[in-house]
């Protein structure tokens, strides 16, 4: 009973997470003297098997940047105006390349798609209209909003709670269910395909820092 209760407190944890809404798409203005380069990934369906939910790698100039980008994302850069080079990297082997000679005060848009014929995807630039359009439905890579990670930690106090209640009627000699035990549950998920490698990846930090 107890080990199915762990894996449903778990399951909500990644629940919770993968249903984050990110920071939405904000325009901006080029810096003084540089370019504003937009690279972003539209929605991908969720019916389709592919690559969607994957990180994508950014280089400039051959130079991998921290950010990554997935589905629903966006990432903006000013850069100098200067011939460059952008690509995006899947799996750390496959690679689409654009090159760009940037002028200051210019915005450009970069797209990203994926379920294409053979499993490939692309990395293209579009026209400013579209790309407007299409990276507005687009989030921050990486964000979350407050409200979600509220309701996390609510949910871990009611968790915690839960615990200490549960402590309080067990015998002395039982121990509560170690970070190391959840870690092991939530590697065994992923390695069952129940969950995604970032999903194990959000939720490893999720229990280590709780």
């Not at 997470?17 to 990934?41: H, R, T, W």
């Not at 379920?115 to 359009?133: C, P, Q």
């Not at 035990?181 to 129940?194: N, S, V």
Request: proline residues 3%.
């Amino acid at each position: 009973m107890k080990k199915i209760k762990t894996l449903f407190i778990v399951t909500l944890l990644l629940f919770i997470s993968g249903c984050a809404d990110k920071v939405p798409f904000k325009a901006q203005e080029p810096l003084e003297n540089a370019s504003l380069v937009y690279i972003y990934m539209p929605n991908q369906s969720e019916a389709v098997e592919s690559y969607s939910y994957q990180d994508y790698d950014i280089r400039i100039n051959d130079k991998r940047v921290e950010q990554k980008i997935k589905s629903g994302e966006y990432v903006a850069f000013h850069l100098k105006p200067n011939p460059i080079t952008l690509s995006v990297v899947r799996a750390q082997i496959e690679e689409q390349i654009i090159e760009l000679n940037l002028k200051a005060g210019e915005v450009h848009y970069l797209r990203v798609r994926d379920n294409l014929e053979n499993g490939r995807f692309a990395f293209e630039k579009v026209a400013n209209e579209i790309g407007i359009k299409e990276i507005a439905k687009t989030g921050l890579a990486g964000s979350v909003m407050e409200d979600v990670d509220s309701a996390i930690n609510d949910l871990i106090e009611v968790v915690g709670s839960e615990k200490e209640e549960a402590q309080t009627l067990q015998a002395p000699s039982q121990v509560s269910v170690s970070k190391t035990d959840e870690l092991e549950k939530a590697y065994k998920l992923k390695e069952q395909g129940i969950i995604t490698e970032e999903e194990f990846k959000t939720l490893k930090t999720q229990i280590i820092t709780k």
